[in-house]
């Protein structure tokens, strides 16, 4: 038995950790926190200076209790969780759950998972940071306090019942994006002409070559078109040209932040993508710690650069730099995020290949000489008007120096004009003149927030820190107040005043503007809800005090401040204002009213909803039922018009019969149909449902009838094909066989239909690992491993009591009554049957809530 027990929180990193350390050391995993706070009364004991009440959740006590086990037989007990306010806090819990005294007990930490940071931090072992704890615990509370407390308010003052919840964090972000949106809807574009003169000349090579330049904006086509015309009888000369040297200087080394914002924007990766690779690398060796705002690089990564640069690209390409942290509330691991060993380039993981070669070249480009550049600038003059001239600028790199291995990526909102080369030009030199263009341009809002843009915003704003940024995003968006997606580019006319062989013309031209890809919109909800609290609790939701929160943590952190004295100080007219509101503020519907319908006379609504936003035709207390519509997706209740709502009540409508079926235009869950007797058809993405006549939904029917036509046959049975939500398909005798890629769906061959529908029946037979057919019970192979089935409910079998997953083998020989016996343990509920209802009692009970819920909105 090994003398001592070191526990991390990462079954990865305890396999990784596992290989550095000699027999003496056993490396067992606390699978993440082992505590959390009681659900009941809201786990905080008020009274009694905040103090927190902890329980072991259900799905950790076998960690628990195997890590106790292994505790008491080991000599000594080693903490080696992470080396930020989570990890500590996760040591601290263990030192409570294990009983250690945390101010003998050994803990150490490291900013990278190899061989020498692993054994010198075993040499210099420290004990567990109380004021680390205490920062994390002050956190937890107050979001639990801010949660509990709003949230019930939530419930009864807006429509969406218990799904509602309020965040110190997640609410002022929604406010950001909310924000954002309005002012985004609200701007009106002015519009301003961009005049651009071509010209010709010859390049260093003697060949014709064109360049362009720009002159002064105009506010008017009029005083455009004056302009232009003064210039028909033109000559351009060029007056003056500036050549002056310039540089380009590296980026600073990966915090948590600049992973998250570069990661979206040259890989496309979303902010809780990025962290999950980023601590699959850590935990395996790869990178250093994950969630840091320091830029700083130690004097082993600084070496390694200047090796990796000189063997690579040159002495001439390094240039040694030493960035300072500007964050004031750097906190977490003091290092920037780099590679852990900078001469691997390429690592043998498939997922993290892409993010770590990210990293690898920006750790280097920071030590890389600056890129040197010559700008040159040309002022052409224009013989007519005297004063006026255009500008011609081109940039030619000199040096490559680190962008011969990185260039960071921009954001929509720091997209700046790319200069091109200018052929040779000399002051004097006449110039022809290929065309003059005057482009009428719009000026244009802030571009709505990307994961990337959002968590820069917070972090210029200080809320939040490296390791909340991803669970906030993810959050708001799974809470329903915030939606990612793109939105199609919709036509827009505008002018053009062209001068060409001494002929000047006016004509218009159109561009598609406002395509947006991976943006985030506020939903309604996300709205009624900003607005609500925005209204009751400014202070929550005020940035400033916000990022202050994050400062006091910061006092805590470093010993300057008392926890529950913050706590308290935030807490007594947090509480006041809880109550106040609850008492008086008034229920919001999230109500708008929009005018009156022409056929009915009554007034049309839009609104939000039990089941999301919709508009209504009439009030609920009329004698006639109110009519319904959802809105669509790219609509919402704040911006719909009286003539977008009352299009809406036109769907469904009926055409006429087609092969003996009735042919009905409608939109559903997963959009807009046409439905042929029982048949559903989707409508091409696109295509406005209300447009669709008779021949259009025909030739729809027809087209997945061609569709749906056998393809082939397999043992006798017909087979089809199909794209669905999960992409293209093969059907066979009711088998659903997802097409890969490396299939032409188009054109598949009888030999690449058996293939498929071969593999698709070897993978089912391989599917269960324990059937009882006649108890609906099944424990099946999954994705992540084993599961077992109860009819239609699935549950995930958990852990062993050594931690351990379950695996297949663990199934094998188990009889049903063991099976029975193990999920009456995980899911009791599982196994119980429910009696069947009394049909004539619920029903009077429907009704009865109905007529209740008609008084209460009455009142």
């Not at 080693?78 to 306010?85: C, H, V």
């Not at 993981?349 to 892409?354: I, Y």
Request: proline share 5%; with cysteine.
């Amino acid at each position: 038995m090994a003398k001592n027990l070191l526990i991390v929180e990462s079954p990865a990193k305890a396999k990784t950790i596992g290989k550095y350390l000699g027999s003496d050391f056993e490396v067992k995993s606390s699978f993440g926190h082992i505590r959390d706070l009681e659900k009941e009364g809201m786990g905080i004991d008020i009274d009694n200076g905040f103090h927190p009440r902890y329980i072991v959740s259900e799905d950790k006590k076998k960690i628990v209790a195997a890590l106790r086990a292994a505790a008491k037989s080991a000599d000594e007990v080693w903490l080696a969780t992470d080396e930020d306010r989570e990890g500590e806090a996760i040591s601290w819990h263990l030192c409570a759950v294990l009983k250690l005294d945390p101010a003998t007990t050994k803990r150490i930490a490291f900013h990278e998972i190899t061989k020498s940071a692993i054994q010198h931090a075993v040499k210099t072992p420290r004990t567990v940071d109380l004021n680390l704890v205490n920062a994390q615990q002050a956190r937890r509370v107050l979001d639990r306090l801010v949660g509990f407390e709003v949230s019930p308010i939530l419930w009864r003052k807006l429509s969406g019942g218990s799904s509602l919840s309020a965040g110190r964090v997640q609410s002022v972000a929604v406010r950001l994006i909310v924000e954002r949106e309005r002012a985004i809807t609200g701007f009106k574009p002015e519009s301003f002409f961009k005049t651009e003169g071509y010209f010709t000349t010859a390049d260093i090579q003697g060949k014709p070559a064109t360049f362009k330049a720009e002159g002064k904006k105009h506010s008017s086509q009029e005083s455009a078109l004056e302009f232009v015309r003064k210039c028909v009888d033109a000559e351009f000369a060029v007056e003056d040209i500036q050549v002056k040297p310039g540089k380009r200087s590296p980026a600073a080394p990966f915090t948590t932040s600049t992973l998250q914002q570069e990661a979206s924007r040259k890989l496309g990766m979303s902010v809780s993508r990025t962290m999950r690779v980023a601590q699959s690398l850590y935990e395996n060796g790869y990178i250093t710690y994950m969630r840091t705002d320091s830029v700083n690089l130690s004097e082993t990564a600084l070496q390694q650069a200047k090796e990796m640069i000189h063997s690579h690209y040159g002495a001439d390409y390094y240039q040694r730099r030493q960035y300072k942290t500007k964050s004031q509330g750097a906190q977490e691991a003091h290092e920037a995020i780099r590679p852990t060993n900078l001469n691997l380039q390429t690592i043998p993981v498939q997922d993290g290949q892409k993010l770590y070669e990210l990293i690898w070249k920006r750790t280097i480009a920071t030590q890389m000489a600056d890129a040197r550049l010559e700008k040159t600038t040309a002022r052409i003059g224009i013989s007519t008007i005297p004063g006026e001239y255009l500008a011609a600028s081109g940039e030619v790199l000199k040096f490559e120096g680190f962008l011969k291995a990185y260039l960071e990526g921009r954001d929509e909102e720091d997209e700046e004009h790319q200069e091109g080369m200018l052929p040779p030009l000399q002051s004097g030199q006449k110039l022809p003149l290929e065309k003059l263009m005057a482009i009428q341009r719009f000026s244009r809002p802030e571009p709505r927030f990307t994961e990337a843009s959002l968590v820069k915003k917070l972090e210029e704003l200080g809320i939040g820190r490296p390791s909340t940024y991803a669970p906030t995003i993810s959050t708001i968006q799974q809470r329903g107040y915030v939606e990612k997606r793109d939105r199609e580019g919709t036509p827009r006319p505008y002018e053009v005043v062209l001068l060409k062989n001494k002929k000047v013309s006016a004509h218009q031209e159109t561009e598609y503007v406002g395509a947006e890809k991976a943006k985030l919109f506020p939903t309604d909800l996300g709205m009624v809800v900003t607005d609500f609290l925005v209204q009751h609790f400014p202070q929550i939701m005020d940035y400033g005090f916000t990022a202050n929160i994050e400062n006091e943590f910061d006092g805590i952190a470093s010993g300057k401040k008392v926890w529950n004295a913050v706590i308290s100080q935030f807490y007594q007219p947090f509480h006041k204002k809880v109550e106040d509101t609850m008492d008086n503020a008034d229920r919001v519907k999230g109500e708008r009213e929009l005018g009156i319908d022409p056929e009915s006379g009554k007034p049309v609504f839009a609104r939000l909803g039990r089941f999301g936003p919709m508009v209504q035709i009439g009030h609920p207390d009329d004698e006639e039922k109110p009519k319904f519509a959802s809105v669509k997706r790219n609509q919402s209740i704040e911006t719909i018009t009286l003539e977008e709502a009352l299009e809406l009540f036109k769907l469904p409508f009926s055409l006429e019969d087609y092969d003996n079926k009735p042919v009905m235009i409608g939109v559903g869950r997963f959009g807009p149909y046409v439905k042929w007797g029982e048949q559903f058809i989707s409508i091409p993405k696109g295509e406005d449902p209300l447009s669709v006549t008779q021949e259009r939904a025909i030739e729809i029917i027809r087209e997945k009838m061609e569709a749906d036509a056998p393809i082939a046959t397999y043992e006798g049975k017909p087979v089809t094909r199909g794209k669905g939500r999960f992409g293209p398909f093969i059907k066979w005798d009711d088998m659903f066989i997802n097409v890969p890629r490396a299939y032409d769906f188009d054109h598949l061959s009888k030999e690449d239909i058996n293939t498929l529908i071969a593999k698709k029946m070897e993978k089912e037979a391989n599917r269960y690992i324990l059937q009882f057919p006649e108890e609906k019970i099944s424990v099946e192979n999954g994705r992540w491993g084993p599961f077992i089935r109860v009819g239609k409910k699935m549950v995930n079998p958990g852990r062993k009591e050594d931690g351990e997953k379950y695996e297949a083998a663990d199934f094998k020989g188990m009889s049903l009554e063991e099976l029975k016996k193990m999920i009456g343990k995980i899911a009791p509920d599982m196994l119980k049957t429910k009696a069947p209802a009394k049909k004539k009692a619920a029903s009077a009970k429907t009704r009865t809530t109905k007529k209740t819920v008609a008084k209460k909105r009455k009142a």
